[in-house]
């Protein structure tokens, strides 16, 4: 059998390139993990999400336990065979979901009950059950259950939720089935404190995982604070295993988030995006329902080699939301998908060439340009 393992393979300041080996394959870092939260990529087939580049997928602990159960995953072979996913898999603990959608919660040192946003069905999630259900999800990569701190909170009531927090890991890490190829990652929490952070970290060490995340940003706190977060926690961090920035995010956020240290990321964004209008290019986010693409002939991107961007015009996406038509979803998805899987390629040989400063600087370049009609373009010219 495959061991779970980390390899650093070239570093760049303290941007990293990596790869990662679990029992279901190899992936490369630094990476985004196509976000298949009920075991399914919104509006995109599986060989559709392979051919974005996608290596990694991220599946959700929550969802899957009120439908169809992890029990039923389980007998119909678990998430790689009930999915048609033969890659790596991670799954969430559940945790984030439990308090951002279910109701009627309570939060106690044994874990959290809650009623179902589903079918009000009540539910009790504790850091045992929470590996129990990852176990038999089958996923490669489990992530502890933690406690998702409110934002903004206190420094005193922060401290008290990654306490908790670091309580719970010691329970998962006790809970959690040891397999050759299977990895349990920690969570690192403190809000934005740096002395807590530092705690939470010096705690995780202290139990033991195979991998750190890093968690309770991107909650409302901003890009600036985020970075700043980083920047004093990711020195702490052993440099010997993978860090995972949980849902994060947005290109320029990936950007220097890969620059301060970070090897794995998901978000909904891209996905959201895609059904809601909003394709990511090389010169920044556009809005394909805006008038000033009915006519416009040219693909989202010229850089982008996706199928979306070889075969359809603007002028047709535009068309395909108007008439609200299921079709300019998946097609939209579809090249979203595909432009973070290029950037995480162009990352990755930036960081390999030594070049990642001069690539961040020409992102942010070609961001701040903004995406401009053929017609003004022609007027600049």
């Excluded at 393992?5 to 394959?25: E, I, M, P, Y």
């Excluded at 670091?166 to 190829?181: L, V, Y």
């Excluded at 108007?322 to 162009?346: A, F, K």
């Amino acid at each position: 059998m495959t061991s779970f393992s980390f390899s650093l393979q070239k570093t760049d300041g303290a941007a990293r390139r990596g790869r990662v080996t679990t029992a279901h394959g190899t992936f490369e870092t630094p990476t985004f993990m196509a976000t298949a939260t009920a075991a399914t990529v919104k509006a995109m087939t599986v060989d559709q999400v392979r051919g974005t580049g996608a290596e990694l997928a991220i599946c959700n602990t929550y969802h899957l336990m009120l439908r169809p159960s992890a029990e039923r995953v389980a007998a119909l072979g678990g998430l790689h065979t009930f999915m048609n996913w033969a890659g790596p898999i991670v799954t969430d603990s559940g945790g984030f979901q439990v308090m951002s959608l279910a109701s009627l919660r309570k939060l106690t040192e044994d874990g959290v009950t809650f009623q179902s946003h589903v079918d009000g069905s009540k539910h009790n999630l504790t850091p045992e059950r929470s590996m129990e259900i990852q176990t038999l999800l089958d996923s490669d990569i489990t992530m502890a259950l933690d406690e998702c701190t409110p934002h903004p909170a206190t420094h005193e009531v922060a401290a008290e939720s990654m306490r908790r927090s670091m309580r719970w890991a010691q329970r998962c890490r006790e809970a959690f089935q040891q397999r050759e190829g299977y990895g349990l990652f920690g969570i690192v929490q403190g809000s934005t404190y740096e002395d807590l952070r530092a705690e939470s970290v010096r705690a995780l060490n202290d139990i033991g995982f195979d991998g750190f995340g890093i968690g309770g940003l991107a909650v409302g706190e901003g890009q600036e604070a985020m970075f700043r977060v980083l920047d004093f926690t990711m020195p702490l961090v052993p440099t010997d295993k993978p860090r995972y920035l949980m849902g994060v995010g947005t290109p320029s956020d990936i950007v220097g988030s890969v620059m301060r240290g970070i090897d794995m990321f998901d978000c909904v964004m891209p996905t959201r995006a895609g059904r809601t209008g909003r394709g990511y290019t090389h010169r920044g986010t556009i809005n394909i329902k805006n008038a000033r693409h009915a006519a416009d002939p040219r693909p989202l991107d010229e850089r982008c080699t996706c199928p979306t961007c070889q075969h359809y015009s603007r002028a047709y996406l535009h068309h395909l939301f108007r008439c609200e038509e299921i079709l300019g979803p998946m097609l939209l998805t579809q090249h979203n998908l595909h432009y973070y899987q290029m950037l995480m390629q162009s990352i990755r040989g930036a960081i390999e060439q030594g070049a990642m400063q001069a690539f961040a600087a020409a992102f942010a370049a070609d961001q701040t340009l903004g995406d401009v009609s053929p017609l003004l373009e022609t007027k600049k010219g």
